[in-house]
């Protein structure tokens, strides 16, 4: 991995900066936007504002990491650049080319650091004013560079008709569901692929004994680290690895999870959340915040204090919204079914 580290260094010195120099002898396309990110295709950020674009008339091109090269000389010409993906600090944009990096998540219990690549974009956009600091920290970069903008791929939840479709394709997919209501638990991605194989495995017999005439549980475990699920003739428990983030969250009557940033976008519906941190003593992470006051929602620690956090969020009315209310307004006060609109007008000035 080091030596793998090292190559990509001296590939991005000896290569990519020398060709992104003699692309910038060229004089920049004004209709010309890059959007770089993973194999499969635009993620549910850059997707919202390569539609609209594509619709202004700009000529909208995807890059993934196989084609770095092809994308360092198109991007020496580029008006913007829209990023789920990394840029070495060597290929700083010119002048009139905007860089906006929407790689990390909405929120984060944990601190990251991207380092790395923090001097080379011209903008990392922020969920809310309050995580300015933490994402500076993270991109060791000027804090002017952090705006917020909000995120693309929340504008969703704050249109009530697109996240009733999402729930009705949840329901179309899972239709052993019925009308029982939707429990997801989304745990976070351990690091290993057997993580989640040695601890905090769920009494699924208990949990359909106890909830199944009311709930149905959906499961989407962060890869590659999967929670072992029963077998699949079952009517509880529904296997949604399959299905976007976004999909489930919209379908979601409450969220179990732990140290996911999808619980950031989830607080946007204002719905119930069980945080189920079975690990935290062990955990080599440091926090933002103190964990067990930050999080909007009960804690559990076992199956039973689940199968309680579940009937006391929804059925026996003990849901406090202002709760998550108050954490949505901290760690996502710039969300507000605008981001896509706002990120567009402040770069593009369309």
Same mark, same amino acid.
């Given at each position: ?19 992104? &120099? ?45 084609? *770095? ?6 991007? *020496? ?74 995120? !693309? ?68 475990? *962060? ?53 189920? !941190? ?14 067990? &006051? ?57």
């Amino acid at each position: 991995m080091r030596n793998q580290s090292i190559l990509r260094r001296i590939q991005q010195k000896l290569l990519w900066a020398p060709v992104y &120099r003699i692309g910038c002898l060229r004089g920049i396309n004004p209709t010309l936007v890059l959007f770089a990110g993973g194999p499969e295709g635009p993620d549910a950020n850059l997707l919202p504002l390569m539609e609209r674009l594509a619709g202004e008339g700009y000529d909208c091109r995807y890059f993934s990491g196989g084609r *770095a090269l092809k994308f360092i000389w198109t991007y *020496a010409r580029a008006r913007a650049a829209f990023l789920a993906d990394a840029l070495p600090n060597d290929c700083r944009p010119r002048p009139g080319t905007a860089v906006v990096q929407l790689r990390h998540g909405c929120g984060s219990f944990r601190r990251a650091d991207y380092s790395a690549q923090g001097r080379a974009y011209t903008h990392i956009c922020a969920c809310a004013p309050d995580l300015l600091p933490q994402l500076a920290e993270a991109y060791a970069c000027d804090p002017a560079v952090i705006v917020p903008w909000g995120m !693309p791929r929340t504008d969703i939840y704050c249109n009530a008709a697109k996240v009733e479709e999402y729930r009705q394709m949840v329901l179309e997919a899972f239709p052993g569901i019925g009308g029982r209501k939707i429990v997801l638990y989304a745990p976070a991605f351990r690091g290993e692929p057997d993580a989640a194989r040695r601890d905090g495995v769920l009494d699924y017999d208990a949990l359909s004994r106890e909830l199944d005439a009311g709930c149905a549980l959906l499961i989407r475990s *962060a890869p590659p680290a999967r929670t072992p699920l029963p077998p699949p003739d079952w009517d509880f428990v529904f296997d949604a690895a399959g299905l976007p983030a976004e999909t489930l969250l919209c379908a979601a009557d409450l969220l179990i999870s732990d140290y996911s940033p999808l619980v950031f976008e989830y607080a946007l519906l204002g719905r119930p959340m069980l945080f189920y !941190p079975y690990d935290l003593e062990t955990r080599g992470h440091s926090f933002h915040f103190p964990y067990l &006051r930050f999080v909007p929602g009960d804690l559990a620690w076992d199956t039973e204090d689940i199968i309680a956090g579940v009937r006391r969020g929804l059925f026996e009315g003990q849901f406090d919204p202002a709760r998550v209310q108050a954490f949505r307004g901290q760690f996502m006060s710039a969300c507000d079914g605008h981001a896509t609109e706002r990120i567009l007008h402040n770069v593009l000035n369309i």
